[in-house]
């Protein structure tokens, strides 16, 4: 089943009193009366599904849960409170019975390295930071760590530095590592990551597959082997998500593919005018033919589609100039975040990347005259429109 049909008709319909609604309901219960305490005991013992505990499992989570596991063809799936709490609970399944190392992306969300440096590494986790794009670099620090890990973005942010999923898997696999791909930009419309053999895929909800702008949510979706780890870890500690926010991911994910397509087809666009603005130094998006990861991209992303994301950098440019561009833009959204229905643009360098130190964004090639933005799905006339006036 293609993903477009998955994304309408996944997770709705399942048994009810009488009638089955067409869509799931919201529901609200923090606990479920059983018949008996026989069947809580087969519930709570695993030996029977069922509900029992809100923390445990929600119907309306459920859906959502059975909607993302067909997009990202995974074992199962856990929605969680946000995408960091996705993350964590990723990591920390997967390190429970392997080395307390993980290698991670150079090239990675700044809160991520928070989570990693400030979160984690303080209960001794070993972190060290590599170009996953580089394979020999890669191999020496496998080699030099045994990683009981290794996290990559599909897309990275904000410069769109594409991993290759498959090489990095096989490595990961031959030392009994973990690999986990946050699949936030990519979106399992562009690539899969547990079909190239990544362990688990990540996302924010609250993005693209939600998309507009309301809800605040995470995903965590595994392979057979980490999938109970995941949702024991999640019993334990309890991020969910709640059953209203489930339900509007769900809303929202129903239209994820259209929308995506649209998205996609705009940021093209909307780059390939970028190219040609004098004002323009530098356009960072996977359609480029000169992109350093092209040949990664051809094989990887499906035929096409090279995502939302679209990062530029303003010809000698610092905050100044930078806050000027955005003060004089009309239509694009000012606002932390990305993967909404409308434009959306982002300063890396005081937001997303703030608190990563100078070296490390030089190593990036995040600047100071960088822009990050998520191309909305309005008319890319106006988009470009807006960008023209506000560059002059």
């Not at 580089?134 to 897309?155: C, F, K, Q, R, W």
């Amino acid at each position: 089943m293609k993903i477009h049909t998955q994304a309408v008709h996944s997770g709705d319909r399942k048994q009810a009193p009488l009638q089955i609604p067409v869509t799931t309901p919201v529901y609200t219960a923090a606990s479920y009366v059983t018949d008996g305490l026989e069947e809580q005991d087969r519930i709570f013992g695993a030996e029977e599904r069922g509900y029992a505990y809100q923390r445990y499992m929600n119907p309306t989570n459920v859906a959502l849960e059975e909607q993302m596991t067909a997009f990202e063809n995974g074992f199962g799936a856990l929605a969680t409170a946000s995408g960091m709490s996705a993350l964590q609970i990723a990591l920390t399944s997967v390190l429970l019975n392997r080395p307390k190392s993980v290698i991670c992306a150079r090239d990675i969300y700044g809160a991520t390295i928070k989570l990693l440096n400030d979160v984690m590494a303080p209960f001794a986790l070993r972190v060290r930071y590599v170009d996953t794009n580089d394979m020999a670099a890669l191999d020496a620090a496998i080699a030099e760590e045994t990683p009981g890990a290794v996290l990559i973005e599909s897309i990275s942010n904000p410069v769109l530095r594409v991993a290759d999923i498959d090489a990095i898997a096989a490595r990961c696999r031959r030392v009994n590592a973990a690999l986990l791909v946050d699949n936030t930009f990519a979106t399992p419309l562009l690539v899969r990551p547990l079909d190239h053999g990544a362990h688990m895929s990540i996302h924010s909800l609250t993005k693209f597959l939600s998309g507009h702008g309301d809800v605040l949510g995470g995903l965590v979706v595994s392979d057979e082997e980490h999938h109970e780890t995941v949702r024991r870890m999640s019993r334990i500690y309890g991020p969910v998500l709640g059953p209203f926010e489930s339900y509007l991911c769900m809303r929202g994910a129903k239209t994820f593919p259209l929308r995506m397509e649209r998205h996609c087809a705009n940021a093209q666009a909307f780059a390939a005018w970028l190219r040609r603005h004098p004002a323009v130094a530098k356009v960072h998006y996977c359609d480029d033919p000169a992109h350093p990861d092209a040949a990664i991209i051809r094989r990887l992303l499906s035929p096409g589609l090279y995502g939302a994301m679209v990062s530029f950098e303003l010809a000698g440019a610092g905050k100044a100039e930078i806050f000027a561009l955005v003060r004089r833009l009309k239509l694009a959204v000012n606002a932390s975040s990305l993967g909404d229905v409308h434009t959306m643009l982002l300063y890396p360098w005081i937001a997303s990347h703030r608190e990563v130190p100078q070296p490390m964004k030089s190593e990036m090639g995040v600047t100071e005259s960088m822009l990050r933005v998520s191309v909305g799905i309005e008319d890319i006339d106006d988009i470009i429109a807006d960008f023209a006036q506000a560059l002059g």
